[in-house]
């Protein structure tokens, strides 16, 4: 499956990359969590650019989770 041009194979961990090559073609690294178990708590907020939910990744401690709305295209 094609990898879309703005997501990186590299995991979240550590600093961002901060060349200024990495600032021309910035890129998404992976959230390191990405395959356990998500465990939803409450909704913290939400507004026009998405919404903010409490949630824990396995066993882990709970971490604020956004997710972007995306505007919806009419022809």
């Known amino acids: 499956m094609l990898r879309p041009d703005f997501l990186s194979e590299e995991l979240q961990q550590g600093p961002?990359?901060?060349?200024?090559?990495?600032?021309?073609?910035?890129r998404l690294r992976q959230f390191p969590h990405y395959k356990e178990n998500i465990t939803f708590h409450r909704v913290l907020g939400s507004g026009v650019d998405g919404t903010?939910?409490?949630?824990?990744?396995?066993?882990?401690?709970p971490v604020a989770m956004?997710?972007?709305?995306r505007p919806s295209h009419t022809p």
């Open 16 to 26: 961002p990359p901060s060349s200024w090559a990495d600032f021309t073609a910035p």
């Open 52 to 61: 903010v939910l409490k949630v824990r990744f396995g066993d882990g401690e």
């Open 66 to 69: 956004k997710i972007a709305s």
